[in-house]
Nanobody
Framework: QVQLVESGGGLVQPGGSLRLSCAVS????????MGWYRQGPGLQRDLVAG???????NYADSVKGRFTISRDNAKNTLTLQMNRLKPEDTALYYC??????????WGQGTQVTVSS
């Protein structure tokens, strides 16, 4: 059973920073894609940033230059460093692991609120 547990969300002022972490447990395919998604109230869940097991990254245009995704394959962790946060970054953030040719797993989500 693959489990993903996010941490690090909270309330921050505009311009501030937060660091989200995702711990993965269980057995999963080594060939996979991991990403952070977010869902604001009444909106669909969208990809914020992703990284392959080989280390290739991609970002939503709205976060390029402000967010950095990284993964530690030895520790099975995924991190999202978020800088220069804006009110429009407010959302529930989810960690995802998608196996190549296998399962698709989600964490329970962590709330990020950017407000003065």
């Amino acid at each position: 059973q693959v489990q993903l547990v996010e941490s690090g969300g909270g309330l921050v002022q505009p311009g501030g920073s937060l660091r989200l972490s995702c711990a993965v447990s269980g057995r999963f395919f080594s060939d996979n894609f991991m990403g952070w998604y977010r869902q604001g109230p009444g909106l669909q869940r969208d990809l914020v940033a992703g990284v392959t097991s080989g280390g290739s990254t991609n970002y939503a245009d709205s976060v390029k230059g402000r967010f950095t995704i990284s993964r530690d394959n030895a520790k099975n962790t995924l991190t999202l460093q978020m800088n220069r946060l804006k009110p429009e970054d407010t959302a529930l953030y989810y960690c995802n692991l998608a196996e190549q040719g296998g399962g698709d797993y989600w964490g329970q989500g962590t709330q990020v609120t950017v407000s003065s």
